[in-house]
């Protein structure tokens, strides 16, 4: 049998995605450097499926098809340089190597631009839906050569989640690194998504004292609404889960220290790089660093005083303004991501379609939310948006929330009760519908302090001024 594509790395992810390739007609043969690892997966979930494996790179590359279609499935990293190096050997010319892993783009491009120099193709993939989307159907963000694409489409088109309108939620993002570069903004805006919801449970869990139980059927009703997304059907379900050993909630017992991968970070550096506000992301990213820093928190709760939380007024109005609130800086974290993917698209030549990537986001992915299509809309309808902010739907969206998202974001304030990231949406917001803001003074400042020059709003040119009291001139 001839294979029509091979899997490197068959940990949980690759292993998922090769039976996902299998079901959907793609007969697959696997490799591992840890033989073990290969063997239980063939002897287990692979057994009696047309999965084989392969002891050796080269045996790998006689049981495939030509032109030869391989998908690395390791961790980003070194292990993926390492991997392309045990693999080149044995490809010849036009053979396609996709790395479905979470590398950072600028290590794909750097790999794309290498392998294609050899005479090889090189795909870099994101793919989004974690061990269940892998093995069910991902959200998939391919880029690279389009040659390539078209090569693998066949088979990503297959096994890519399906849209509630049937569309497989995998498109050609662009070239080079583009697939990689859109999962980093994925990811950057679900850890803003994560980081919002957190906010909203902390306000109604400390902030009204409200319990798992309430807690679980307020989310679920939201789920109802417009905030229906997968992550907010998984936070109604978390907060259903008892611990076995206390019989307490389990998210009570859980340490209050998130951990990241880099992905987040990666975005928040990138947009410095290329002059992209995302402060929601930003915060988000913050907030998983504060929450590393337990031992100082718990000194600090002893020695810094604040207002106890604690809230008097109409609880059914506060939990309304929450919902609005969460909404809203939902909407100006995607209308952030979606800027900076823009930016991107000029700054790395990718020629991004954002239409085509809030489609393949509806379904598959973490940030899969009923907004997607309202998103996907406004994209089609302007395909030069600037900003999702100036779209009618979202600029009436966010508008009629206005009072409650401030409501809710001086409440919390109030209460002594940290929402970063609510209040760096609330912020954005106020600071991208401002036509004048105090930057003015920083350059006045920076004129006076290093000489940098500025520019004035009655005439062109570049200005300096001699600040100090004894001379006002103004030179041109």
């Known amino acids: ?21 299998e079901r959907n007609g793609f007969p697959v043969i696997g490799y591992d450097l840890d033989a073990a690892k290969m063997r239980t997966f063939l002897k287990g979930p692979a057994k009696g499926k047309r999965i084989a494996g392969a002891d050796s790179p080269a045996d790998l590359m006689k049981a495939l098809e030509k032109p030869r279609r391989i998908l690395i499935m390791v961790p980003a990293g070194s292990a993926v340089d390492s991997a392309i190096a045990h693999l080149k050997p044995h490809l010849d010319p036009g053979d396609i190597l996709m790395d479905g892993g979470n ?44 040659e390539a694409w078209e090569a693998v489409s066949p088979i990503l088109r297959a096994m890519a989640a399906r849209a509630e309108d049937g569309q497989p939620c995998v498109e050609y993002m662009g070239p080079r690194s583009a697939g990689h570069f859109v999962k980093m903004v994925h990811n950057g805006i679900e850890y803003g998504d994560m980081q919002l919801i957190a906010e909203a449970y902390d306000l109604l869990h400390r902030g009204l004292g409200l319990a798992a139980d309430e807690l679980h059927d307020i989310f679920n009703e939201w789920n109802q609404r417009e905030l229906k997304s997968y992550l907010i059907e998984i936070t109604a379900a978390i907060f259903e889960k008892q611990d076995a050993e206390t019989g307490m909630p389990l998210v009570d017992v859980i340490l209050d220290e998130a951990q990241q991968k880099g992905t987040g970070k990666w975005a928040s550096q990138n947009a410095f790089d290329i ?54 800086s939902k909407i ?93 949406s609330l912020a954005y917001f106020d600071a991208y519908r401002s036509a004048r803001l105090p930057a003015n003074l920083t350059q006045a400042q920076r004129d006076y302090f290093g000489a940098h020059t500025y520019r004035r709003i009655d005439k062109e040119g570049v200005f300096h ?12």
């Open 1 to 21: 049998m001839e294979y029509k594509i091979g899997v490197v790395g068959l940990g949980v992810m690759g292993a998922n995605l090769a039976l996902n390739m």
């Open 103 to 146: 590398s950072f783009f600028l290590d794909t491009e750097r790999r794309n631009k290498e392998l294609e120099s050899q005479g090889f193709l090189y795909i870099g993939t994101g793919v989004s839906g974690g061990e269940e989307g892998a093995l069910w159907g991902p959200a998939i963000m391919p880029g690279g050569q389009r």
């Open 275 to 328: 002059g992209a506000p995302i402060p929601t992301i930003n915060a988000a990213v913050e907030s998983r660093i504060l929450s590393a820093l337990k031992p100082q928190r718990v000194i600090a709760s002893k020695v810094l005083r604040g207002p106890i939380p604690a809230y008097a007024g109409d609880v059914r109005r506060l939990i309304e303004a929450v919902e609005a609130a969460l909404y809203a």
């Open 332 to 424: 100006t974290s995607y209308a952030q991501g979606c800027a900076l993917m823009s930016l991107a698209s000029e700054e790395y030549k990718f020629e991004l379609h954002l239409a085509d990537i809030a489609k393949i986001w509806r379904a598959g992915c973490i940030i899969r939310a009923s907004l997607l299509g309202d998103i996907m809309a406004a994209y089609h309808r302007n395909p030069a948006l600037v900003n999702l902010l100036l779209d009618p739907t979202f600029r009436d969206a966010v508008e009629s929330r206005q009072e409650a998202w401030r409501f809710m974001v001086q409440t919390a304030v109030g209460m002594g009760l940290p929402v970063l990231a609510m209040s760096a």
């Open 465 to 476: 001024t001699e600040w100090t009291p004894t001379t006002q001139a103004q030179t041109n």
